[in-house]
Protein backbone atom coordinates (compact mmCIF):
# COMPACT_ATOMS: atom_id res chain seq x y z
CA UNK A 1 0.00 0.00 0.00
CA UNK A 2 1.28 3.50 -0.81
CA UNK A 3 -0.36 6.72 1.04
CA UNK A 4 0.12 10.09 -0.47
CA UNK A 5 0.14 13.91 1.16
CA UNK A 6 -0.04 17.15 -1.23
CA UNK A 7 0.53 20.07 0.03
CA UNK A 8 1.48 23.73 -1.07
CA UNK A 9 -1.53 24.49 -2.40
CA UNK A 10 -3.01 28.07 -2.00
CA UNK A 11 -3.94 31.73 -3.56
CA UNK A 12 -1.77 33.37 -6.10
CA UNK A 13 -2.25 35.82 -8.40
CA UNK A 14 -1.84 35.53 -11.85
CA UNK A 15 1.56 35.31 -13.68
CA UNK A 16 2.47 34.09 -10.08
CA UNK A 17 4.43 30.86 -9.13
CA UNK A 18 3.67 28.35 -6.43
CA UNK A 19 4.98 24.66 -5.91
CA UNK A 20 3.67 21.51 -5.04
CA UNK A 21 4.59 18.78 -3.12
CA UNK A 22 3.65 14.91 -2.53
CA UNK A 23 4.67 12.94 0.17
CA UNK A 24 4.69 9.17 -0.35
CA UNK A 25 4.73 6.93 2.53
CA UNK A 26 4.86 3.06 2.29
CA UNK A 27 5.59 0.84 -0.50
CA UNK A 28 7.35 2.90 -2.78
CA UNK A 29 9.13 0.73 -4.31
CA UNK A 30 6.15 -0.88 -6.03
CA UNK A 31 5.52 2.65 -7.83
CA UNK A 32 5.36 2.13 -11.97
CA UNK A 33 5.39 6.25 -12.03
CA UNK A 34 3.79 9.29 -9.98
CA UNK A 35 1.60 12.02 -11.38
CA UNK A 36 -0.89 15.54 -10.91
CA UNK A 37 -4.49 15.83 -11.83
CA UNK A 38 -7.00 18.67 -11.33
CA UNK A 39 -10.59 19.08 -11.03
CA UNK A 40 -12.30 22.32 -11.20
CA UNK A 41 -15.61 22.29 -10.51
CA UNK A 42 -18.22 21.31 -13.34
CA UNK A 43 -15.03 20.02 -15.23
CA UNK A 44 -13.65 16.58 -15.84
CA UNK A 45 -10.70 15.61 -14.02
CA UNK A 46 -7.39 17.01 -16.45
CA UNK A 47 -4.30 14.99 -16.51
CA UNK A 48 -1.31 17.42 -15.79
CA UNK A 49 1.70 15.70 -15.43
CA UNK A 50 3.38 12.44 -14.71
CA UNK A 51 7.09 11.31 -14.22
CA UNK A 52 7.82 7.49 -14.66
CA UNK A 53 10.21 5.00 -12.68
CA UNK A 54 13.08 6.11 -15.00
CA UNK A 55 12.65 9.53 -14.75
CA UNK A 56 10.63 10.87 -17.88
CA UNK A 57 8.58 13.31 -17.89
CA UNK A 58 5.08 13.87 -19.49
CA UNK A 59 2.75 17.36 -19.16
CA UNK A 60 -1.08 17.94 -20.37
CA UNK A 61 -0.79 20.17 -23.38
CA UNK A 62 -2.66 22.87 -20.87
CA UNK A 63 0.86 23.13 -18.97
CA UNK A 64 3.36 23.07 -21.11
CA UNK A 65 6.34 24.93 -20.45
CA UNK A 66 5.05 26.42 -17.31
CA UNK A 67 4.71 23.40 -15.08
CA UNK A 68 7.88 21.02 -14.05
CA UNK A 69 7.51 18.01 -12.04
CA UNK A 70 10.86 16.88 -10.20
CA UNK A 71 10.74 14.04 -7.33
CA UNK A 72 14.14 13.33 -4.36
CA UNK A 73 13.88 9.98 -3.96
CA UNK A 74 15.66 10.37 -0.97
CA UNK A 75 12.75 12.29 0.22
CA UNK A 76 9.96 10.02 -1.42
CA UNK A 77 8.88 13.49 -2.42
CA UNK A 78 7.49 14.47 -5.92
CA UNK A 79 6.93 18.17 -6.76
CA UNK A 80 5.20 20.15 -9.34
CA UNK A 81 6.62 23.70 -9.55
CA UNK A 82 3.79 25.93 -11.44
CA UNK A 83 4.94 29.02 -12.99
CA UNK A 84 3.14 31.98 -14.85
CA UNK A 85 -0.07 30.44 -13.29
CA UNK A 86 -3.35 31.55 -15.07
CA UNK A 87 -6.78 32.18 -13.63
CA UNK A 88 -7.80 28.53 -15.60
CA UNK A 89 -5.08 26.78 -13.40
CA UNK A 90 -7.50 27.08 -10.61
CA UNK A 91 -8.65 23.49 -9.25
CA UNK A 92 -8.21 21.11 -6.70
CA UNK A 93 -4.91 19.44 -7.76
CA UNK A 94 -4.16 15.55 -6.48
CA UNK A 95 -0.99 13.61 -6.54
CA UNK A 96 -1.43 10.11 -7.64
CA UNK A 97 0.34 7.15 -7.68
CA UNK A 98 0.21 3.84 -10.52
CA UNK A 99 1.78 0.34 -9.07
CA UNK A 100 3.67 -2.24 -10.96
CA UNK A 101 1.03 -4.41 -9.50
CA UNK A 102 -1.86 -3.54 -11.37
CA UNK A 103 -2.50 -1.94 -15.24
CA UNK A 104 -0.29 0.99 -15.91
CA UNK A 105 -1.87 3.92 -16.31
CA UNK A 106 -5.15 3.85 -13.77
CA UNK A 107 -3.40 5.15 -10.94
CA UNK A 108 -4.04 3.48 -7.96
CA UNK A 109 -2.98 5.45 -5.54
CA UNK A 110 -4.47 9.41 -4.75
CA UNK A 111 -4.28 11.69 -2.43
CA UNK A 112 -6.53 14.41 -0.52
CA UNK A 113 -6.14 16.98 -3.12
CA UNK A 114 -4.72 20.50 -2.54
CA UNK A 115 -6.64 23.29 -3.70
CA UNK A 116 -4.92 25.98 -5.97
CA UNK A 117 -6.69 29.38 -6.64
CA UNK A 118 -5.45 31.77 -9.18
CA UNK A 119 -6.91 35.36 -9.05
CA UNK A 120 -6.88 37.49 -11.78
Known amino acids: QVQLVESGGGLVQAGGSLRLSCAASGRTDSLYAMGWFRQAPGKEREFVAAIIWSGGTSYGDSVKGRFTISRDNAKNTMYLQMNSLKTEDTAVYYC??????????????WGQGTQVTVSS
Open 96 to 109: AADSWYTARGNYDY
